[in-house]
């Protein structure tokens, strides 16, 4: 009995927090969150936000004058969620597909995230396109885009296995479960595992493509009338190096 009273209070965990945001009707505060697992530009640690995007977004609230509660709304599928159902405004790093953009409102892009294949130095392979990957077993983590066109290329042409966090998918590779790994250069670099493991990762010279990486407002959020304001911010801080400086202080963070 006890076991099946834990298992509905998770089941019902992530949403605390929807009656009273479905019941918003204006724009007292801006309510954000993000990827649990994406340095550099949003990661937590012992269950707090850090990285780029997200000092990005206090520096862009405090800019147009809005209060911001970063909210950590669990693993990124959840967070998915959360914006299509206007139970938070605002995902603050989220690539643009067709699909979403049906769902969500983007701002302006305010970065660049290479997206790479990285193997086992002893089991590497050449990588010149993405018909190399044809016939291995990839794996890259739950709920993430590499943009419309690759996902698609996974969906039609490669075996792609799908774990939650890039140490999982480090652990995969090691034990000879993968062939190869998908995650985003920074975001790799930033791993535990890939520091631990040294030179024994190898990391392709060629990547599988550039993302750009934008913000993303609920097209039910009672915040979404902030978006030109938001991309005026942007702009600014793109112009005079801001965001620069925010990504490069995470991503060569803890020596990476």
Not at 1 to 27: E, F, G, H, Q, V
Not at 96 to 109: D, F, G, I, S, V
Not at 116 to 123: G, H, I, N, P
Not at 187 to 200: I, K, M, N, P
């Amino acid at each position: 009995m006890l076991i099946a009273i834990w298992a509905t209070m998770l089941l019902w965990a992530p949403d605390l927090y929807a009656s009273d945001n479905r019941l918003r009707k204006s724009c007292h505060q801006l309510i954000v969150s993000g990827h649990i697992d994406y340095p550099p530009f949003n990661y937590t640690e012992h269950e707090t936000f850090r990285g780029a995007s997200i000092d990005l977004i206090r520096l862009i609230a405090r800019k147009i004058g809005v209060r911001v509660e970063i909210r950590n709304v669990g693993p990124w599928i959840r967070a998915v969620k959360n914006l299509t159902d206007g139970d938070i405004d605002l995902l603050v790093a989220i690539y643009k597909t067709p699909e979403r953009e049906a769902r969500y409102l983007y701002t302006l892009p305010y970065a660049e995230d290479p997206i790479v294949m990285f193997t086992m130095a002893d089991a590497a392979f050449d990588f010149r396109n993405w018909y190399d990957l044809v016939g291995k077993v990839g794996v890259t983590t739950r709920g993430d885009s590499w943009g419309a066109d690759f996902d698609q290329f996974i969906e039609q042409h490669l075996t792609m296995m799908r774990v939650n966090t890039t140490d999982q998918m480090i652990d995969m590779i090691a034990r000879k479960r993968a062939n190869y790994g998908v995650q985003g250069l920074y975001t790799l670099q930033r791993s535990e595992r890939r520091a631990s493991l040294g030179s024994d990762i190898t990391i392709s010279n060629t990547p599988i493509k550039s993302e750009k990486m934008y913000m993303a407002f609920s097209r039910l959020s009672p915040c979404r009338n902030l978006i030109d304001k938001v991309n005026a911010a942007i702009t600014d801080f793109e112009k005079d190096k801001t965001i620069a400086r925010l990504i490069s202080n995470y991503v060569h963070r803890n020596g990476s």
